[in-house]
């Protein structure tokens, strides 16, 4: 699913392409997607407005409008993509990683639509249906931004529970935006098992664990998202550590398939 490297990369888009154009229409009619929302809801607290910057926090994302207008969160779910497009119909997209052949044009999969007076837009277009747009949405409730987060507050975070450490790595009211993927990535180029109890490591292994998010996450906004990162080719059956040879290994962690090096992060 898209982690905090695909959303940046979203937000991106839109501050790139889609801000301070004129509003003229809304498709909300996706009553999944924009729920709790009634169809019209967001059309007719947008219209005539600009959106004016784009933020991000972990993995949520929203966006400022004009005026007195609201905050619009855009939720890329598991699958989601933004893509913008011009008054020509040029496209550009940021988000999940996915293709599944579409080209410019293609928009089965769009859930939740703006038109801009120049006759270009912005779509969220999201196979899986997980994705959500809503109006002013809770982001103070985040924990602090996993790419910006202090080392004091690194260490509190870990220090503060017995967890598992990727457990507590992706805990979204303490840290935002660390998924999966990241994690795993995290945790192997650090050297760390997953499992140890976040309150058990000392502080070299804090610094290893701090030093590896910020470049696991540095790595995958610029190499287009958390599938580029080393390790992750070797989350696999059969697989061997790409560092040492030794045979990676499979287990659940705090409730997800987690992968680690046998030998290194025993």
């Given amino acids: 699913m898209p982690e905090l490297p695909e959303v940046e990369s979203a937000r991106a888009v839109i501050e790139r392409l889609a801000l301070n154009r004129t509003i003229v229409d809304v498709d909300d009619t996706d009553t999944y997607e924009c729920r709790p929302h009634a169809p019209g809801q967001i059309r007719a607290a947008l219209l005539g407005r600009t959106l ?11 966006v400022d409008s004009s005026g007195d207008g609201p ?23 940021g988000g999940d990683y996915w293709e599944r052949g579409r080209k410019p044009g293609d928009h089965r999969f769009t859930r939740f639509g703006v038109t ?9 277009i999201d196979p899986r249906r997980l994705g959500r747009v809503r109006l002013d949405p809770p982001v103070e409730k985040l924990g602090p931004d996993a790419q910006f987060i202090r ?26 935006g660390i998924g999966n993927l990241l994690a795993d990535q995290i945790l192997w180029a650090a ?45 696999k059956k059969a697989a061997r550590c790409p560092r040492d040879r030794a045979p990676m290994v499979q287990g659940t962690v705090g409730g997800r398939t987690t992968w680690w090096c046998s030998e290194e992060q025993a």
């Fill in 116 to 124: 801009f007076e120049d006759g270009g837009g912005l779509l969220l």
């Fill in 191 to 235: 050297r760390v098992s997953p499992s140890r109890p976040a309150d058990e490591l000392d502080p070299d292994e804090v610094a290893r664990l701090l030093r590896a998010t910020r470049a696991a996450i540095r790595d995958a906004i610029a190499g287009g998202g958390v599938h580029t990162l080393k390790v992750v080719a070797y989350r």
């Fill in 71 to 93: 905050v619009v969160g855009i939720h890329l779910g598991m699958s989601g993509k933004i893509v913008i497009s011009d008054g020509e119909g040029t496209e550009v997209d």
């Fill in 52 to 62: 004016t910057a784009a933020h991000r926090r972990g993995k949520s994302m929203w």
């Fill in 151 to 176: 080392p004091d507050a690194f260490r509190a975070l870990l220090a503060s529970s017995g967890a598992p450490v990727k457990a507590r790595l992706m805990d979204q009211d303490r840290i935002a």
